[in-house]
């Protein structure tokens, strides 16, 4: 529809101006669709196709102004658009060399109306032209960038899926004990209480035979985690809070700076899994502080409450140049939310790296005094 419009102005302006133009009146005609109607190819999408019809193009507004000086302004529109589309799809090399035919004519031309005509047209389409390398530029940036985002979000889906997979790994021998001691002693209260009413010994039945096949499915489940994880790895129990000491101990000698472990509130023995997920967090927390702040000195402190175990990791080291959302946050992170607590890093005060974890817990005798009340 542009190149049509533009066609219908060229043609109408030969006919308005048809007496005062040099040549043919025919060939004026041709030369003022020649001029226009290629635009509605250089505005399509095939490259080989604009290429050619900006050539043809930009050759008939070329003999249009220098043998007849009948260049119409639609001719002209339909030039400056050429060139734009050119730049905006990246041909600059073609674009330049739409612009130059008018240079020359400019420096070489003895007639001071098409003189003119050229300076004027190379200085548009020049303009026409940066325009459209400016948003070929702006496009392309943006799409690379856009790019980059789909490619960080990826890394990170993958490193949270691969930090889940191992927290699934490290708590399938916690659960599987909680299960497999809900089998036994129910199978244990069927078998030894005297006078257990029929009805009661089947329901005892039915909870050990729902255990075992809870136990069979989560083992069925994480199966494929379970032999990913011990290739070439020899099991160990899951470590916890009481192995926080020998931790901190290894860190301070292998870091060669001052850790200290502090302790505070009522102790108790906890969930295993509130366990694993405070004792990881710290031990990612130390590593992260070997490598963004050697010989820096580290403060571990756990804080017992009655409804939350308190975790805090704290170096006087620079701190953070800007965010920090690494792998080793992202796990912590995960690790916390899998247990319904919360995680911040930031700046510490005073300077430095803080690291806190806020984890929901309830003592492990307050849990089996809970399981064994009436109901």
Same mark, same amino acid.
């Given at each position: 529809?542009v ?46 196709a604009?290429?050619c019809?900006?050539v ?13 000086g ?14 734009y589309?050119?730049?905006r799809?990246?041909?600059t090399?073609?674009g330049?060399?739409s612009v130059?035919p008018?240079?020359?004519i ?10 003119i005509?050229a ?28 790019t980059e ?8 889906e993958?490193a ?5 997979a ?23 209260a ?10 009661g ?5 039915a ?9 069979t ?21 899951q470590p ?5 000491m ?13 850790t ?9 023995s906890?969930d295993p899994?509130i366990?694993?997920?405070a004792? !990881? ?5 130390? %590593?992260n502080?070997?490598?963004? @702040? +050697? *010989?820096?000195?580290?403060d /571990? $402190?756990? =804080?017992?409450?009655d409804?939350?175990?308190?975790v ?5 080291g ?8 690494g ?7 995960? !690790? ?5 607590? %919360?995680?911040?890093?930031?700046? @510490? +005060? *005073?300077?430095?790296?803080? /690291? $806190?974890? =806020? ?6 005798e ?10």
């Amino acid at each position: 529809m542009v190149a049509v419009v533009l066609a219908v102005l060229a043609v109408s302006e030969v006919l308005v101006r048809g007496g005062h133009l040099a040549g043919g009146f025919a060939a004026l005609l041709l030369l003022a669709l020649a001029s226009t109607l290629p635009l509605s190819f250089v505005l399509g999408t095939g490259r080989l196709a604009r290429s050619c019809a900006a050539v043809a193009l930009g050759a008939a507004c070329v003999l249009s102004l220098v043998p007849f000086g009948g260049l119409t302004v639609g001719g002209v529109g339909a030039q400056l658009a050429c060139v734009y589309v050119l730049g905006r799809a990246g041909a600059t090399r073609l674009g330049g060399l739409s612009v130059l035919p008018y240079v020359v004519i400019a420096l070489a031309s003895h007639e001071e109306p098409t003189r003119i005509v050229a300076v004027l047209v190379a200085t548009l389409a020049s303009a026409a032209a940066a325009t459209g390398i400016a948003h070929h530029v702006r496009s392309t940036a943006q799409a690379h960038s856009a790019t980059e985002r789909a490619f960080a979000d990826t890394l990170l889906e993958h490193a949270a899926r691969g930090e889940r997979a191992r927290i699934a790994r490290e708590l399938h021998d916690v659960v599987a004990h909680h299960i497999s001691m809900i089998a036994v002693q129910a199978e244990t209260a069927r078998l030894t209480t005297p006078g257990l009413p029929s009805e009661g010994a089947t329901r005892l039945l039915a909870i050990g035979d729902t255990a075992r096949t809870a136990l069979t499915e989560m083992r069925r489940l994480l199966g494929v985690l379970r032999e990913d994880a011990d290739t070439g790895v020899q099991r160990r129990p899951q470590p916890g809070l009481r192995q926080l000491m020998e931790l901190v101990d290894e860190s301070r000698d292998a870091a060669g700076s001052r850790t200290r472990f502090i302790v505070s509130g009522p102790v108790a023995s906890l969930d295993p899994g509130i366990e694993v997920t405070a004792y !990881r967090i710290v031990q990612e927390a130390l %590593t992260n502080t070997r490598r963004h @702040a +050697p *010989g820096a000195a580290v403060d /571990v $402190e756990l =804080r017992y409450g009655d409804k939350e175990l308190a975790v805090r990791v704290r170096d006087n080291g620079p701190g953070p140049a800007a965010d920090v959302t690494g792998h080793g946050l992202l796990g912590m992170r995960e !690790r916390a939310a899998t247990v319904g607590g %919360t995680l911040r890093t930031g700046p @510490a +005060p *005073g300077g430095g790296f803080l /690291v $806190e974890a =806020r984890l929901p817990v309830a003592p492990v005798e307050e849990a089996e005094e809970t399981e064994e009340a009436p109901a």
